[in-house]
């Protein structure tokens, strides 16, 4: 597709259960970033990959966070045992280059997550 | 730890007035900074962008003024429309182009 896409855009989880949210990002884009958007808040860093290789995950906020991108293309953010406060909307941003020349991110449209 | 304080939280102008929403940044090692818009169920969508080294850009109705003295820059919608309705936010990222930090938002209603 043209832009960035997401799965799934909804996703309701009993507190407890494991959760994995997919990020396919524009063909070719180097970088990717997960980013946790709170309900009137703006987005906040999790993680950023540069092909495969995960260069800066402070923003993951526990262990029980995870991200992968194994072969440099498509990526998914993996919660365990999610807590209410995970409820969030989860967002995928591409970018064309590695090197800071433009700074552009592409968002996807998100995954919603609503832990009960 | 918001790095990036931006006001106010929303902001009602009326059809062809100026909208004007301002950020504040700590940091010194910032080398971008962005603003974003964004509609309900949407991802954000880059509006504009300015570097440190210039102080106002300027993309059709929308201008950037950035002052690097005071860590401040703003963002002016001039001739505001109602499909200017949406949420807005800034941003900086980091020098060496990796991390982007958002503000908290300032969602704009335009009435017609």
């Known amino acids: 597709g043209a832009g960035v896409s997401q799965s799934p855009r909804y996703k309701v989880a009993k507190r407890g259960q494991d959760v994995a949210l997919r990020c396919d990002p524009i063909?070719?884009?180097?970088?990717l970033f997960w980013y946790q958007q709170a309900l009137g808040q703006g987005p906040e860093f999790l993680t950023y990959f540069q092909n495969e290789a995960q260069l800066d995950k402070s923003g993951l906020p526990s262990d029980r966070f995870f991200a992968e991108r194994p072969e440099g293309s498509v990526s998914t953010l993996k919660i365990q045992r999610t807590q209410q406060e995970d409820s969030a909307v989860y967002l995928c941003a591409s970018s064309s280059q590695g090197a800071p020349i433009t700074g552009e991110l592409f968002f996807g449209e998100g995954s919603r997550l609503t832990v009960l | 730890q918001q790095q990036v304080k931006q006001s106010p939280q929303s902001l009602i102008v009326q059809k062809g007035g100026i909208s004007i929403i301002n950020c504040a940044y700590e940091n010194t090692a910032f080398d971008y900074f962005p603003w974003y818009q964004q509609f309900p169920g949407k991802g954000p969508a880059l509006l504009i962008a300015?570097?440190?080294?210039?102080s106002e850009k300027k993309e059709g109705r929308f201008t950037i003024s950035f002052n690097k003295s005071a860590k401040q820059f703003s963002l002016h919608i001039m001739d505001s429309q109602p499909g200017d309705s949406a949420t807005y936010f800034c941003?900086?990222?980091?020098?060496?182009?990796?991390?982007?930090?958002f503000g908290a938002g300032t969602r704009l209603f335009v009435k017609a």
């Open positions: 300015i570097r440190p080294d210039v």
């Open positions: 063909s070719g884009h180097v970088s």
């Open positions: 941003a900086a990222r980091y020098t060496g182009g990796f991390k982007t930090i």
